[in-house]
């Protein structure tokens, strides 16, 4: 045993070189979505040219504008409450789990719902520029703004909503983009990246707290565009 235990071996190891010729991708495929898996329509709710698209939900309640009114839709597709919306262009809509409140993006303003008595406080104001899309993770609401090169703003949920900085061009995107979307789940905030000079269209994954990226799905071949002129009016 002590003999085996002074022996020392030399071992000489050589990296495995593949040939890039030894590797052939005869096709790519692309996955299919099989629109005959989802359930059948349950319930319609028709919107009419004076209604703004945006639409949230909580665990309760579907968040959605039929003009002239903010409309709280119940689990039966039935309007549940609503209240009276004079504040003009709604952007986008979020959920607050951290407020308890349903967070309206207008052009310059930021309003927050409260489902229960359906009041609208003006929570932020702005003058230099206008807003487009929003998400919120339990501390920070993540904005876009509303212009080509668009950029990230975010601002604290609690006590107040206060800006706490803002990502400009062109960290995030370049002079002919927009972010026409984003949302935020599980420390990452997913963003749909709109360009208009190659009317392409692209998802990327990026880290809520420094913004790095983490992967990037370019749709630039699929036939995928706003009909819609974006930045909107």
């Known amino acids: 045993m002590n003999n085996i235990e002074q022996t020392c071996f030399t071992i000489n190891t050589r990296p495995l070189i593949i040939d890039e010729t030894f590797i052939l991708i005869k096709k790519t495929t692309k996955p299919e979505l099989d629109l005959s898996t989802l359930s059948p329509v349950y319930r319609t709710i028709h919107h009419s040219n004076g209604d703004f698209y945006s639409i949230t939900c909580n665990v309760r309640y579907l968040l959605i504008h039929q003009h002239p009114n903010l409309c709280l839709v119940d689990g039966e597709m039935k309007i549940a409450k609503q209240t009276l919306w004079s504040y003009g262009a709604i952007h986008d809509m979020c959920w607050s789990s951290t407020l ?17 008595t359906m009041s609208i406080d003006n929570a932020y104001a702005i003058q230099e520029q206008e807003w487009l899309s929003c ?91 706003y009909k819609q002129e974006l930045p909107i009016a």
């Open 135 to 225: 998400t919120c993770s339990d501390t920070i609401l993540f904005t876009s703004t509303n212009e080509w090169g668009s950029s990230i703003t975010e601002f604290t949920l609690f006590p107040t909503i206060e800006m706490i900085k803002t990502s400009k061009y062109p960290l995030i995107c370049m002079k002919d983009e927009v972010i026409a979307d984003m949302a935020y789940n599980n420390g990452n905030l997913a963003l749909m990246v709109m360009n208009a000079s190659k009317k392409s269209l692209r998802m990327e994954l990026r880290y809520a707290k420094t913004l790095d990226r983490i992967w990037i799905l370019d749709q630039s071949e699929v036939n995928v565009f």
């Open 100 to 116: 308890d409140r349903f967070i309206v993006l207008g052009k310059k303003n930021i309003f927050l719902i409260n489902e229960n």
